[in-house]
């Protein structure tokens, strides 16, 4: 009896200890960059915590939720976020939600949450809604298109870090609740990212990405007026508090041994569990690696031979006045850059000769979302009133660009 008193008290035991992970902790936001000053300002990856005798009810309490938001904009959606900012009590705890108001044929246009797996319910109206995958293995097949027809009642998931979005196809207005399994999911208006960013994108990136002339680029002011999404999401706890409290994280489990090798044809099945893998980019002269995202790695890129000219933009910013922000440098032999989880970068060689980098990617199977691929090369293709409404241009447009033939590279 001893024994088995033993054992079921080990159970319990190690059901209510703290795990301990062997992975850093998930990020909270678009980038935390260190201060290596110590007398500088502490930016942590969060927000600090209240003394616990001073907490009450009504920091876990939000009232309103019931109120529409208004949707007379250029996409006939509003979003009402409930996060940190407006719920303190959600504080560390890992989850956040959002009220979505659509007016007749309004859109929650293609986007991304980088933290974040996003679960829908609707509760009026009926919606078209629909997800596109990682760019395939093979890279004869296309990345795939899941939609559905949503009715009241109706559930339906969007993973992590992939594009998607939700467009009301009915008579009358329609109503949404989600819940984001981060108090931070972060999100990524596709249009806004890549044709609206501050500084703007290299010209020359654009038109050997999306497959169009530069005039179509140049005169993006359609596109700008694309209204930002009001998902402000706050900061969350100390590093400390973090590393000590019980959450999930957005990166490969935690291996339990030395290894795992995986038992597949795979010539790299010594990573399986390893949280890490890697890639080699040539590119030839102007050659691109164009806009995409990682939607479960963060990538760390070592330039070998030749020039490029590289950058990543961020999140949608909380001020719906500004713009995504744009960072972008030259890189010659020898430069590393950073590419932060889920965001949209780029390579492109700007020099007389080949170029060559190596990659490092925070994840065994990172996944990678090339944008134009996968907006306007989907299998089934996204229907085109999604599209011109998103991007904010004429039919004949979408058109065009969902006949290009869109190769996937990686």
Not at 262 to 280: E, H, P, Q
Not at 339 to 353: A, C, M, R, S, Y
């Amino acid at each position: 009896m001893k024994i088995i008193f033993g054992f079921l008290a080990t159970i319990l035991i190690v059901s209510l200890a703290p795990f301990s992970y062997a992975s850093d902790p998930s990020p909270l936001q678009d980038f935390c960059v260190a201060v290596n000053d110590s007398a500088a300002a502490v930016f942590v990856n969060g927000k600090f915590c209240k003394n616990p005798d001073m907490v009450v009810a009504d920091d876990f309490f939000l009232s309103g939720l019931n109120k529409p938001g208004n949707t007379s904009n250029a996409v006939g959606s509003f979003v009402t976020p409930v996060n940190v900012n407006q719920l303190p009590g959600l504080n560390t705890l890992g989850i956040s939600a959002v009220r979505i108001d659509y007016a007749q044929y309004g859109l929650n246009p293609p986007h991304t949450h980088p933290r974040a797996t996003e679960i829908l319910v609707v509760l009026e109206g009926t919606l078209y809604v629909g997800f596109v995958t990682s760019n395939p293995a093979n890279p004869a097949m296309k990345n795939k298109l899941f939609t559905k027809y949503l009715n009241p009642g109706d559930v339906f998931v969007f993973p992590e870090g992939l594009i998607h979005f939700q467009f009301n196809v009915g008579k009358t207005n329609a109503v949404a609740f989600a819940g984001l399994s981060s108090q931070n999911p972060g999100v990524i208006t596709i249009a806004n990212a890549v044709f609206g960013s501050d500084p703007p994108i290299n010209p020359a990136v654009l038109t050997k990405a999306f497959q169009v002339e530069k005039n179509f680029i140049a005169k993006p002011s359609n596109i700008y007026q694309l209204i930002k999404m009001k998902i402000i999401f706050g900061f969350l706890a100390t590093i400390l508090i973090v590393s000590l409290a019980p959450f999930s994280y957005a990166s490969d489990p935690s291996p339990l041994q030395d290894f795992c090798v995986a038992v597949n044809d795979s010539a790299a099945a010594g990573l399986n569990t390893l949280g890490i893998s890697a890639v080699r980019i040539d590119y030839a002269q102007y050659g691109l690696n164009p806009p995409h995202t990682h939607p479960r790695a963060t990538e760390i890129l070592v330039v070998l031979e030749g020039t490029l000219y590289v950058g990543f933009v961020t999140s949608n910013p909380a001020n719906p006045a500004m713009k995504n922000k744009l960072f972008t440098k030259y890189l010659n032999p020898g430069d590393v850059f950073v590419f932060p989880e889920g965001l949209i970068h780029f390579q492109f060689n700007v020099g007389k000769t080949n170029a060559v980098a190596f990659a490092g990617l925070s994840s065994q199977n990172p996944g990678v979302i090339t944008i134009a691929n996968a907006v306007f090369g989907s299998d089934p293709p996204i229907n085109p009133a999604v599209l011109t409404k998103a991007f904010q241009v004429e039919k004949n447009v979408i058109d065009y660009l969902q006949a290009q033939f869109w190769t996937n590279i990686g």
